[in-house]
């Protein structure tokens, strides 16, 4: 059974850094579409970004320049590095994967949460 | 593309057929939806991709239709497990994602 399973989430001050993992088994990074999404309290699902399986990626403009996707492959786990974090970062972060598409998400994980504040 | 979802909430009893709207702000290219089911505190399920396609596993109670602007997740019979919120994905432009559809339990 493929199961992804996110860490990282915490409360961060504006301005500062975060990063997020998520483990994977069953279910092979290095050769699938990962990507993150988020969800705010109370709004809708937000595609964060993707890392096509030949390791292209792809940022929503609200993250571009401040957020990074990556992949480690030895250890099976997608990253995302989130620095410059705002307020409006706060939110539930999942993490997913799809071996056919990068633009819908067959597998996902619960989520971690972060909470951007001072 | 903007995603709206229709209705909010839906409440139903096991058994009743579910019907669920998402209607996109202008065409949705070659069919390109998806359709997710979320529960608290689970991993949301993909259901339903390319407007109608079913993704493996998914039961065939599940089924999706439409094209253009207006599609559609029907439930044929709902069982205790489907009551959940469902939400559409457009991918023909930026992944955006409808505001969901609550289906509870009458």
């Known amino acids: 059974e493929v199961q992804l399973v996110e860490s990282g989430g915490d409360l961060v001050q504006p301005g500062g850094s975060l990063r997020l993992s998520c483990a994977v088994s069953?279910?092979?990074?290095?050769?699938?579409?990962m990507t993150w999404l988020r969800q705010a309290p109370g709004r809708r699902l937000e595609w964060v970004a993707t890392?096509?399986?030949?390791?292209?990626?792809y940022y929503a403009d609200s993250v571009k320049g401040r957020f990074t996707i990556s992949r480690d492959i030895s250890k099976n786990t997608l990253d995302l590095q989130m620095n410059s974090l705002r307020v409006e970062d706060t939110a539930l972060y999942l993490c997913?994967?799809?071996?056919?598409?990068?633009?819908?998400?067959?597998?996902w994980g619960q989520g971690t949460r972060v909470t951007v504040s001072s | 593309i903007v995603l709206t979802q229709s209705p909010g909430t839906l409440s139903l009893s096991p058994g009743e057929r579910a019907t669920l709207s998402c209607r996109a702000s202008q065409s949705v290219t070659s069919g390109y939806l998806a359709w997710y089911q979320l529960k608290p505190g689970q991993a949301p399920r993909l259901l339903i991709y390319h407007a109608s396609a079913r993704a493996p596993g998914i039961p065939d109670r599940f089924s999706g239709s439409g094209s253009g602007t207006d599609f559609t997740l029907t439930i044929s019979r709902l069982e205790p497990e489907d009551f959940a919120v469902y939400y559409c994905q457009e991918y023909s432009n930026l992944r955006m994602f409808g505001q969901g559809t609550k289906v509870e339990m009458k």
């Open positions: 997913a994967g799809d071996c056919c598409s990068p633009y819908h998400f067959g597998h």
């Open positions: 069953s279910f092979t990074v290095g050769d699938n579409h």
């Open positions: 890392m096509y399986a030949g390791g292209i990626t």
